[in-house]
């Protein structure tokens, strides 16, 4: 693998919402930064910074690095083999996969880059948008040599809060998946406890109260769950799954991704399940 001394250019694929402040961060500390998005209008706002915008999806030959923060499994498998990119890329650059998918899959397109001389990192990422922009994220790496995590905390060290070594290749999209299965366990737990609150008069500001000082309800989820209660009672249903719909799918997707794991291995995770069946209710808030 090429190491981060020898990285004069990334790459970055995918300038969405979390993509997009990602790369702006990176592009602070690395200003050769290339990226490509399908929405012009992102392209155009990262050009404006200083990034070289490429022509299309595979126009990366001249990246050591390649980060893939697109939405899922199918972005990720149109962009390796429908662009092309494996045969793109130079034979000992790295191809980085920031997006919640499978570990079956990053499994399965690590050994296709090996064979053409290209090594597959998997790294997503928590913090959110705000933790993207402020440069605070979580970088979750799996990788089987310590000169490739190495090369990796290098990189994003510099626009992250902490890089951590998951373990061998797709742990970490494992220790993600955990991650976010215990995140919307949270969200469902929060929703009920409101819930419970209101049924007896007491409102969401004292529960919050109290969870800024026992740390149990944390800012994220306040936001969540205020958001959520200050928007339904002039919402409609369909108007609660425009604002909160992509969320409820995405939360959907990643618990289908554990409950999928846990299956392979034998495990049980009825609480996992419990979860899965109630997100996208309490998304929406529908009874």
């Known amino acids: 693998m090429t190491n981060s001394t020898q990285i004069t250019q990334l790459g970055f694929i995918g300038l969405g919402n979390i993509g997009k402040p990602m790369a702006e961060s990176l592009l602070k500390v690395f200003p050769n930064t290339k990226v490509f998005d399908i929405n012009p209008k992102a392209r155009e706002d990262l050009a404006k910074q200083g990034a070289i915008v490429a022509s299309k999806a595979n126009d990366f030959a001249d990246c050591q690095l390649l980060s893939l923060c697109v939405r899922h499994d199918q972005d990720v498998e149109d962009l390796l083999y429908k662009e092309d990119l494996l045969n793109t890329l130079a034979k000992g650059s790295s191809i980085v996969i920031h997006s919640t998918v499978t570990r079956d899959n990053i499994l399965r397109w690590a050994e296709d880059a090996k064979a053409k001389g290209i090594r597959l990192i998997d790294a997503p990422i928590s913090g959110g948008a705000d933790g993207a922009k402020n440069a605070t994220l979580v970088y979750m790496i799996g990788a089987d040599e310590a000169s490739d995590f190495e090369a990796m905390h290098a990189i994003y060290s510099k626009a992250a809060s ?33 819930e419970l609150a209101k049924s ?88």
Request: aromatic share 6%.
């Open 162 to 194: 902490a890089v951590i070594h998951a373990g061998p290749l797709g742990s970490g999209i494992v220790l993600k998946l955990a991650n976010n299965l215990m995140t919307y366990a949270a969200f469902v737990a929060v929703s009920e406890a409101l």
């Open 200 to 287: 007896k008069g007491v409102s969401l500001d004292l529960l919050n109260q109290v969870g800024q000082v026992n740390g149990v309800l944390t800012p994220q989820m306040y936001r969540f769950i205020s958001n959520r209660e200050a928007l339904a009672p002039a919402c409609s249903a369909e108007e609660m799954k425009v604002f909160f719909g992509p969320f409820a799918g995405l939360a959907e997707k990643d618990l289908d991704h554990a409950l999928e794991l846990a299956q392979q291995e034998g495990l049980s995770l009825t609480a996992c399940e419990a979860v899965r069946a109630k997100v996208k209710d309490v998304f929406l808030k529908q009874d």
